[in-house]
T-cell receptor
Framework: ETGVTQSPTHLIKTRGQQVTLRCSSQSGHNTVSWYQQALGQGPQFIFQYYREEENGRGNFPPRFSGLQFPNYSSELNVNALELDDSALYLC????????????FGPGTRLTVT | QQQVKQSPQSLIVQKGGISIINCAYENTAFDYFPWYQQFPGKGPALLIAIRPDVSEKKEGRFTISFNKSAKQFSLHIMDSQPGDSATYFCAASKGSNTGKLIFGQGTTLQVKP
């Protein structure tokens, strides 16, 4: 059984650019949640995908968007990058939305210059 | 609006001692309360979780105490070890959704040999 994997590990982008981050959920998991973790802070919920549909969103602007694919892997897209978008982006997967624990990937470190 | 407040921000404990981290929440609809451990450069890992129908849950050296009326919960690490040195996050969610977590700000624990 493989765990949650994310790519790339690190990424450097320029303000105004667009970025796509990828997440492969743990085998058998159909739910993916994305979080943003600024340095020295707790993770902040961005949105959740369940069976390819968005299932809730945190307080993030529309330039943060996502997708979940039939194999339950997921993408996080961020348009018009801002300096404050520099953070560790974490994805976590679970089987269903309740009753089963979620497991985090190692994250993608995004730096916006 | 900060819905989960965590304290202390940092904690130093001697090896073999008890580490105690506290969290308070505001939203009475929260019904799932996990604790995560995060090492530098890694994603958070689930330690232990509790639901409000019990007041205490123990797993090995880790215990969650839950006080529903006070809207508080705490993590106790018994016989703390240097390997426990990490950042700990409490979190909460509602609707039993294990993926839409609201995290506290984190506590950096250092266990001295």
């Amino acid at each position: 059984e493989t765990g949650v994997t994310q790519s790339p590990t690190h990424l450097i982008k320029t303000r105004g650019q667009q970025v796509t981050l990828r997440c492969s959920s743990q085998s058998g998991h159909n739910t993916v949640s994305w979080y943003q973790q600024a340095l020295g802070q707790g993770p902040q919920f961005i949105f959740q995908y369940y069976r390819e549909e968005e299932n809730g969103r945190g307080n993030f602007p529309p330039r943060f968007s996502g997708l979940q694919f039939p194999n339950y892997s997921s993408e996080l897209n961020v348009n018009a990058l801002e300096l404050d978008d520099s953070a560790l982006y974490l994805c976590a997967s679970s089987l269903g939305t309740s009753g089963n624990e979620q497991y985090f990937g190692p994250g993608t470190r995004l730096t916006v210059t | 609006q900060q819905q989960v407040k965590q304290s202390p921000q940092s904690l130093i404990v001697q090896k073999g001692g008890i580490s105690i981290i506290n969290c308070a929440y505001e939203n009475t609809a929260f019904d799932y309360f996990p604790w995560y451990q995060q090492f530098p450069g890694k994603g958070p890992a689930l330690l232990i979780a509790i639901r409000p129908d019990v007041s205490e849950k123990k797993e090995g050296r880790f215990t969650i105490s839950f006080n529903k009326s006070a809207k508080q919960f705490s993590l106790h690490i018994m016989d703390s070890q240097p390997g426990d040195s990490a950042t700990y996050f409490c979190a909460a969610s509602k609707g039993s959704n294990t993926g839409k977590l609201i995290f506290g700000q984190g506590t950096t624990l250092q266990v001295k040999p």
